[in-house]
């Protein structure tokens, strides 16, 4: 593990260096630079980054954000990747319940300021989760949306002030799906229910055939991401 400051001129650089690379060796190249250091931040749409990370090293701190509104297929992802892969789950939830939301916010603010309701509920909890870790690992995909689609195997997050490591960045979906079935990767089942991007229950529905995966996110609204990525 090296101690140079990284910032960003070196991601950038590194990048470029690391393009082409494959995600088991982009994820041994993190692990080795950044030691205990480093935390996988996981949706629970798939456990392709457990399944990744902890081949190479075993117990590694794996972020769940409990948002209080996920799908109960989210929470029995989580629940089942707790038992079956050796990562150190951590279950990270907003200061506030749900109940003490909307006594402060008013009710369903999900719908009324659904910006303001990921604030809460989803971008302060990863901010005290990543707090105290010089590197996070994402599974942002190019292919997720055009908004993804330049997507680096690293970059800085300036915004935390860390190094932010897309592995699977360059994956297609069928390289996704051919993983998921080659290593019997745990994977959410409303993936095979018409959802291709989940979130809250609230704010996420079945897309229809030829929709882009992320159209079941926010529907109607121009909002296409929460915030955890810029």
């Known amino acids: 593990m090296t101690t140079q400051v990284w910032g960003p001129e070196r991601t950038a650089s590194v990048a470029a260096d690391l393009e082409g690379t494959s995600a088991p060796d982009v994820v041994r190249w993190a692990l080795a630079e950044f030691g205990d250091d480093i935390v996988v931040a996981s949706s629970m749409q798939t456990a392709v980054l457990e399944h990744l ?11 769940f954000l409990d948002t209080g509104y996920h799908f109960a297929e989210t929470l029995g992802t989580r629940d089942a990747v707790a038992v079956a ?17 909307d006594a402060e916010e008013g009710p369903r ?8 309701c990921c604030a809460l509920r989803k971008v302060e909890p990863l901010e005290r989760a990543l707090a105290g870790y010089r590197a996070w ?3 942002l995909r190019r292919v997720d949306s055009p ?3 330049t997507t680096p195997l690293v970059e800085w997050d300036a915004r935390r002030s860390m190094v932010k490591v897309n592995p699977i960045a360059a994956w297609s979906d069928d390289e996704l799906e051919r993983y998921v079935e080659a290593n019997g990767v745990i994977a959410n089942p409303l993936l095979q229910l018409g959802y291709p991007s989940i979130g809250c229950e609230p704010c996420t529905r079945p897309v229809a055939p ?21």
């Open 53 to 63: 990370v902890s081949r190479v090293r075993p117990g590694v701190p794996v972020v």
């Open 85 to 101: 892969y050796p990562v150190r789950l951590i279950d990270v939830t907003p200061r506030r319940s749900v109940a003490e939301q």
């Open 109 to 116: 603010l999900f719908e009324r300021n659904p910006d303001r």
């Open 137 to 139: 690992i994402t599974g």
């Open 147 to 149: 908004s993804r689609a």
């Open 210 to 230: 030829g929709e882009d995966a992320r159209a079941g996110r926010w529907s109607g609204r121009a909002k296409s991401e929460c915030g955890l990525h810029g």
